[in-house]
């Protein structure tokens, strides 16, 4: 399911069963090149795999299309914040830790995450500053783009910018992704630098755009350690606790 001429950004919520609620959530952000949301495959699949290991799941329709991208053109990153507020706003009704709402992006959402990690406070000139933080507590980055600076691959593009403030980060990409598995590469090695903490995990085939549809190849399990390292940085559970994760291999 393709969206595009998506003027007004919506917000639907996705809400994991009561007993089994963590008071974690995520914003879930599509890709589609900033061109179309991947709606089922990168957003209401994710939202449902989300919700049966207890994540609340905030489905981000954000504007598209759009001829250019931040910091060229600030209104994905706006859309974002937004996003990010208005969880944060509705934390109590929503029934979720305004401490611990991350994001999730796959391709261009990746990157609309990325930049949601190192703009949360981005404003435009005059516009007083907002209430609410846009920060992400986490960030989980799947097959991104516009991470580096192509043709060259071998450094990161203009506005990306991590900083010791940028939340930790999970990164999958396959070596045979034709957007470049350089954009996690590189994105990896400046939080690094950074100090930020960070998991990168790098399969040798799955190429782009899977979802969380499976496949034969091994990359088709990263939910699985996605569910690891939400425990590990005690976003859901604890890790010193024994548990068993949700995702069949």
Not at 185 to 200: D, H, S
Not at 227 to 238: A, D, L, R, S, V
Request: glycine share 6%; aromatic share 10%.
């Amino acid at each position: 399911l393709h969206l595009t001429n998506v003027c007004k950004p919506t917000l639907p919520l996705y809400s994991p069963e009561a007993e089994k609620n963590t008071d974690a959530a995520v914003l879930a952000f599509p890709g589609g090149g900033y061109r179309i949301l991947a709606y089922d495959l990168e957003g209401t699949e994710v939202c449902a795999w989300l919700n049966s290991i207890g994540m609340t799941c905030v489905l981000v329709k954000y504007r598209v299309p759009f001829a250019t991208h931040y910091p060229e053109n600030a209104a994905d990153l706006e859309d974002a914040q937004q996003a990010m507020r208005i969880t944060r706003a509705h934390a109590a009704e929503w029934k979720i830790d305004p401490n611990r709402i991350g994001v999730l992006g796959f391709s261009a959402g990746a990157h609309l995450a990325v930049i949601l990690s190192n703009h949360a406070d981005y404003k435009r000139p005059g516009e007083p500053a907002h209430e609410l933080d846009a920060r992400p507590s986490f960030a989980v980055i799947i097959y991104p783009g516009y991470l580096s600076d192509a043709p060259a691959l071998n450094q990161l593009a203009k506005g990306i910018d991590p900083t010791a403030n940028t939340p930790p980060t999970f990164l999958l990409q396959a070596e045979d992704d034709p957007v470049h598995e350089e954009n996690a590469l590189l994105y990896f090695q400046a939080l690094k630098e950074a100090k930020v903490p960070a998991e990168l995990h790098l399969f040798a085939e799955g190429g782009h755009g899977y979802g969380l549809r499976p496949t034969e190849l091994p990359i088709t399990h990263w939910p699985t350690y996605a569910e690891t390292w939400f425990h590990t940085i005690h976003m859901i559970g604890t890790s010193t606790v024994p548990y068993r994760s949700s995702v069949k291999p």
